[in-house]
């Protein structure tokens, strides 16, 4: 009678263990899969992230070397990927579309933002509302970035097709990111099920640890042609429950009462794709960067001011210390042979850059130099056809005085003359050609340059 008490104390107590056991496992599966389902959130936090980081040799190459190469936006597709799946998103039949909404969120803040961000910072001037309000009320700029725009989204759609193809494929083959798709009381019982109807084959095998392992025929003359018993095998593999060591299968029971872990994988054919196309890309960029490193713009700083000039402008020869001329062909074709003074086709457009000292009692605003320039140029022999007038900011916040004058007279000619006044100190930038096909390269380049510009504190 007292042995029979023992005995069921015996198998109380026991029976209290696994159950503790089992209520402990539960437990820790319940963690495991909530702390899948929480991933989710920082997948898309992840996924930001991936595309910004992506996007990085896109705005480098557009900001720096002034070529805008819109199939490096195909890497924001893949970043984007990425970095959901490093901060633990799941693969589910949502992600494809999920994939192309935050990539194409991140090319528009890349186009919008970023871009013109780094190009100001290129240029030297001040990152702030207004100098991105002035770059937007360029013309050709906004054009330009629009026509980018589109076709940055189109590679980064077609970047985002690849990858969608090879989640589908996951999801079609039915691998586990379709069971981790389920609740807890599902994979739970997906679990168990597929436990009863495997074990019991590699029992029969005593094939239950890594050493003592089912031949693959032996085990799959066992399964059969039975979708059921395949399914269950299959979800054992994903779950790690059911491993492979030279050549043989065995039921780790080690792992049987662990809770499960998530460890989604993609097709390796796809990531072999993926990295081709982001060695291409890359490969792409490196070339390019040794391009456009000789064309980036030259800097040029004293003791007074600063300034930056396009590579494509020579440096010309000045006898000032306080003086920098620089020339260019951009229309007109340099001379063979001896100069004719009088041909004006074969000369350069030039730039002019110089500073002097300002009365400030007879000067002391642009106002003033605005009448005393323009009486000046009106009471010369040759007065200009054209004269526009007009006092601006810079992206750095000077006031700038703007001359536009066109000659008609005796030759043919087009002039822009800028004046940064400062206190004391007066900055004259003057650019002039004598093809006026050259007017748009002419503006463009002093329009970069004043933006540039800079006293030096």
């Not at 319940?30 to 991933?39: S, T």
Request: charged share 30%; aromatic share 12%.
């Amino acid at each position: 009678m007292k042995k029979d008490k023992e005995n069921a104390n015996v198998k109380k107590a026991n029976d209290e263990k696994r159950t503790k056991q089992k209520n402990k496992k539960d437990k820790l599966e319940h963690k495991e899969l909530v702390k899948v389902k929480d991933n989710n959130f920082l997948g898309f936090i992840g996924a930001i992230l991936g595309g910004l980081v992506a996007s990085i040799p896109w705005i480098l190459v557009y900001a720096y070397g002034n070529i805008m190469i819109s199939a490096l936006a195909i890497l924001i597709a893949f970043g984007v990927f990425y970095g959901y799946k490093l901060f633990g998103g799941k693969i589910t039949k949502s992600l494809p579309i999920t994939l192309v909404i935050i990539s194409i969120l991140v090319d528009i803040f890349t186009i919008l933002i970023s871009i013109p961000i780094f190009f100001i910072h290129s240029e030297g001037a001040d990152i702030n509302f207004s100098t991105m309000k002035y770059l937007y009320e360029e013309l050709n700029f906004l054009q330009g970035i629009s026509i980018d725009a589109v076709i940055a989204i189109i590679f980064t759609i077609f970047g985002a097709s690849i990858l969608i193809i090879g989640i589908r494929k996951i999801i079609k083959n039915g691998e586990k990111e379709n069971i981790y798709s389920k609740d807890i009381s599902e994979v739970k019982k997906i679990k168990d099920d597929s436990i009863s109807k495997i074990k019991p084959i590699f029992e029969k095998f005593n094939a239950l640890k890594k050493d003592k392992g089912i031949l693959k025929d032996e085990l799959y003359a066992e399964i059969g042609e039975d979708t059921e018993l395949k399914t269950a095998f299959k979800n054992l593999k994903s779950f790690g429950i059911i491993k492979k060591s030279k050549g043989r299968f065995f039921y780790n029971t080690e792992l049987e009462d662990k809770p499960i872990k998530v460890k989604n994988k993609i097709n390796s054919k796809v990531i072999t794709i993926i990295i081709g196309i982001i060695f291409i890309c890359t490969m792409i960029g490196v070339v390019t960067y040794f391009q456009i490193k000789n064309v980036s713009p030259q800097e040029v700083k004293d003791d007074v001011i600063s300034f930056k000039i396009d590579a494509d402008w020579e440096k010309g020869t000045s006898y000032y210390e306080d003086e920098w001329i620089y020339y260019r062909y951009i229309n007109n074709t340099p001379p063979e042979g001896e100069i004719d003074e009088t041909d004006y086709s074969k000369y350069p457009a030039t730039i002019d850059v110089m500073y002097f000292q300002n009365d400030i009692e007879q000067v002391p605003d642009l106002e003033t130099v605005k009448q005393i320039v323009k009486e000046s140029i009106m009471s010369q022999e040759t007065t200009p056809e054209t004269y526009e007038e007009n006092i601006e900011l810079t992206s750095n916040g000077y006031n700038v005085l703007k001359l536009r004058m066109i000659y008609k007279a005796d030759y043919e000619s087009i002039e822009y003359v800028y004046y940064v006044l400062k206190g004391d100190m007066l900055t004259v930038i003057d650019t002039y050609s004598y093809n006026l096909e050259d007017e748009t390269v002419l503006k463009d380049s002093i329009e970069k340059l004043v933006n540039s510009f800079k006293w030096v504190e």
